[in-house]
């Protein structure tokens, strides 16, 4: 049975229920992957969700800061978390819907402003994460996967505004780029969405800081969908909502979508 997917850096799920309410109510995704979600588990708003249909949730939070959540309209078990780099926060979730998909739900560490993890703790504990993501799934091969999130890293040259602008500027330097490379081989992974999309500029964040961010539009592409092999073929449909950047009090992250038939 096909399953459409989304995956959103919501940026606090309190402060922005409203347009994940929205969401919910105008595209209908059958699961709903967030990140940063800002809230211990018990204080997520779920009763709005339930409402729309959302009665299953996997989710590990912490009080204002990180956090992970699926919310599903199909039935999905808990499939357990992992600390990468024993930071102690809430960045990972996974779990498994009823014809066996085991979706993880990630949010990878910013990494600050300077990318030099002598000068930089943040940068260094972005690095080590990867890391151990990535000896993570070579220790758990993983199948019938699909891996989503704000892994905070945009890898290709078209998936920022300006690719030699920003080579020395975090979330896009090649010793991230390599790190996310590794974690992709490391699980076989294949990116959904560039495989739907593979050409052309592609984002789904767009600073806060930007006066019009739209006109502006110096995006990185930071979230992402992915699929282990031996599924990644039933994906399709791939999208980035990008006019939900525009909404009121928005995240500034945009929903990426993509649809299996598993």
């Given amino acids: 049975m096909p399953f459409t997917l989304?995956?959103?850096?919501?940026?606090?799920?309190?402060?922005r229920e409203?347009?994940?309410?929205?969401?919910?109510?105008?595209?209908?995704?059958?699961?709903?992957?967030?990140?940063?979600?800002?809230?211990?588990?018990?204080?997520?708003?779920?009763?709005?969700?339930?409402?729309?249909?959302?009665?299953?949730?996997?989710?590990?939070?912490?009080?204002?800061?990180?956090g992970v959540a699926i919310l599903s309209k199909l039935p999905i078990e808990d499939a357990g978390d992992q600390d990468f780099a024993n930071l102690g926060h809430a960045r990972h979730v996974a779990g498994r819907l009823e014809n066996g998909v085991t979706i993880?739900?990630?949010?990878?560490?910013a990494g600050g402003d300077e990318p030099d993890r002598e000068k930089n703790e943040k940068f260094g504990q972005k690095l080590d994460y990867l890391t151990g993501m990535r000896d993570w799934f070579h220790g758990n091969q993983p199948e019938k996967s699909i891996l989503v999130g704000d892994l905070n890293i945009a890898p290709r040259e078209d998936d920022v505004w300006d690719h030699k602008k920003l080579l020395k500027i975090v979330s896009h330097t090649p010793v991230e780029v390599e790190h996310l490379a590794q974690v992709q081989d490391a699980g076989n992974w294949v990116d959904v969405t560039r495989a739907d999309i593979p050409e052309g500029l592609l984002y789904s964040w767009w600073s806060y800081r930007a006066r019009d961010w739209d006109a502006a539009d110096k995006g990185r592409r930071?979230?992402?969908?992915?699929a282990t092999s031996d599924i990644a073929s039933a994906g399709h449909s791939s999208k980035i909502l990008r006019h939900?950047?525009?909404?009121?009090?928005?995240?500034?992250?945009?929903?990426?979508?993509?649809t299996f038939d598993v």
């Avoid at 930071?222 to 992915?226: A, S």
Wanted: aromatic residues 10%; hydrophobic residues 40%.
């Fill in 244 to 258: 939900v950047r525009g909404w009121e009090k928005p995240s500034d992250h945009a929903p990426v979508f993509a």
């Fill in 6 to 15: 989304a995956t959103w850096n919501i940026n606090s799920v309190r402060l």
């Fill in 18 to 66: 409203g347009i994940v309410a929205q969401l919910m109510a105008e595209e209908a995704p059958d699961v709903l992957c967030l990140q940063e979600c800002k809230s211990p588990v018990e204080k997520i708003p779920m009763e709005q969700f339930r409402a729309l249909g959302y009665n299953h949730m996997v989710a590990r939070g912490q009080k204002g800061y990180n």
């Fill in 222 to 226: 930071l979230d992402h969908v992915w």
């Fill in 104 to 109: 993880h739900n990630f949010y990878v560490p």
